[in-house]
């Protein structure tokens, strides 16, 4: 598989899981407690851990052939 076409099949994968991250995410937001420090840290661990799952993909886009 070229170069390109795993990039673009990346581009694709991470567009698509980051809407359904970002849906997941502002859905499950309704159930955290409105306190400050409960949504700070709701919102931050939601905002950094998106990028686990990423990394496979990323790495796979990039790799040689």
Do not use: D
Request: proline residues 5%; contains cysteine.
């Amino acid at each position: 598989m070229s170069a390109r076409l795993r990039k673009l099949i990346g581009l694709f994968g991470i567009l698509g899981f980051l809407m359904l991250y970002c849906w997941a995410v502002a859905s499950l937001g309704a159930f955290v407690p409105e306190h400050w420090a409960a949504q700070l840290a709701y919102y931050g661990l939601a905002g950094v851990l998106w990028g686990v799952p990423i990394l496979p993909l990323i790495t796979w886009m990039n790799r040689g052939r």
